[in-house]
């Protein structure tokens, strides 16, 4: 039974920064993809950032291409999203997200539907 606990939300201004922390617990040691996605009031679930088993492998939305990096210790079971000239537009609940394992260790997914476990979400709002 995965569990994935996420931390690191907060309120900053505009042109700040803020990072976000996902620790996994109750998993199989094997490969697995981890993504990142944001969610406003009425809005679908919106992709961020990904990064593949192997902490190379990134992909990113193109609203946070540059601003944002993701970075993952596979030791400690912990992915990290790094938030930089955060925007007002920005703001929205930030999920982390883990595909099943056994995944290729050099890519990982984009889509809502290629993961299969959920962090609670953290609060990101961004004032002016």
């Known amino acids: 039974q995965v569990q994935l606990v996420e931390s690191g939300g907060g309120l900053v201004q505009a042109g700040g920064s803020l990072r976000l922390s996902c620790a996994a617990s109750g998993r199989t040691v094997s490969t697995y993809a981890m993504g990142w996605f944001r969610q406003t009031p009425g809005k679908a679930r919106e992709f961020v950032a990904a990064i593949a088993w192997n902490g190379v492998s990134t992909y990113y939305a193109d609203s946070v291409k540059v601003r944002f990096a993701t970075s993952r210790d596979n030791a400690k079971n912990t992915v990290y999203l790094q938030m930089n000239i955060l925007k007002l537009e920005d703001t929205a609940v930030y999920y982390c997200?883990?595909?099943?394992?056994?995944?290729?260790?050099?890519?990982?997914?984009?889509?809502?539907?290629?993961?299969?476990?959920w962090g609670q979400g953290t609060q990101v709002t961004v004032s002016s």
């Open positions: 997200a883990s595909t099943r394992t056994g995944v290729d260790r050099y890519y990982a997914p984009r889509g809502v539907r290629e993961y299969v476990y």
